[in-house]
């Protein structure tokens, strides 16, 4: 089913306020996908027209990519990450299940600690 126009309108705008934060293109493409339903195309599309929209609307935007995350942020991601692991667990999002476990091996070597999940 194609989209209306108010709804690429409201993706791309989803888009803008992601990229807006410093997030890269792949990952505010998987949240596209995830969130609408969208497939890959159609959301590295969505995000690279919000990109480009931003650049016209103020060509002074120069936001950096995702901060060097800090040991006091650690815990806190490593919290977001196992509520997510649940989610995708209820959901039988395989994907993002395997995904989130990598991440949250990665946040939990951050640290020194070398525990499997």
Request: net charge neutral; proline share 2%; charged share 35%.
């Amino acid at each position: 089913m194609k989209r209306s126009n108010e709804q690429k309108a409201a993706h791309q705008q989803h888009a803008k306020r992601l990229l807006d934060l410093g997030l890269r293109k792949a990952d505010v493409s998987s949240t596209l996908q995830r969130k609408y339903n969208l497939s890959r195309a159609t959301a590295y599309r969505d995000v690279d027209e919000a990109d480009q929209s931003r650049e016209i609307e103020d060509h002074k935007i120069d936001a950096d990519p995702v901060p060097m995350i800090s040991l006091e942020d650690r815990d806190a991601l490593m919290r977001m990450t196992r509520q997510m692991l649940i989610d995708a667990y209820t959901d039988g999002n395989v994907q993002d299940y395997a995904r989130l476990i990598r991440e949250y091996e990665r946040l939990a070597r951050m640290g020194g600690l070398s525990q499997k999940f």
